[in-house]
């Protein structure tokens, strides 16, 4: 997932505040992924959630974390986040995944930002 327009935020608040924003936003997805599902900040912006659960849940999961990032508004900022949600297929490796989920991700954005946009799964 990617916090949408962030740079914003960076330009109109500062650096630190939106570091802290960044902070509280793991801090929604920790709350709103299930205990065994892994949130990691993949790089500025960029959060990677890792569930091992069918692909039609993933999606839900998806869904409700970027509801929850929308509503609590964290760091009192509002904001949105996309998401790509790619299953892993037996076979791939896991760069083949992730190529997949950022692939889906940028789709996400070009069609509106503030959405999930998933592949088939398996």
């Known amino acids: 997932m990617d916090l949408d327009h962030f740079k914003t935020v960076n330009d109109t608040w500062g650096h630190e505040r939106g570091d802290e924003a960044l902070i509280a936003v793991a801090e929604v997805l920790r709350r709103t992924v299930r205990g065994d599902d892994v949130v990691a900040r993949w790089g500025g912006e960029e959060f990677l959630i890792i569930a091992s659960i069918a692909h039609g ?41 992730l190529r997949r989920a950022d692939e889906l991700l940028y789709d996400a954005k070009r069609s509106g930002r503030n959405r999930v946009e998933a592949d088939h799964g398996v």
Do not use: N, Q, W, Y
């Open 57 to 97: 849940e993933a999606i839900e999961l998806a869904e409700r974390c970027r509801v929850a990032i929308e509503s609590e508004r964290p760091a009192g900022i509002a904001l949105t986040a996309t998401f790509g949600v790619a299953a892993h297929e037996p076979g791939d490796v896991v760069d083949v995944t």
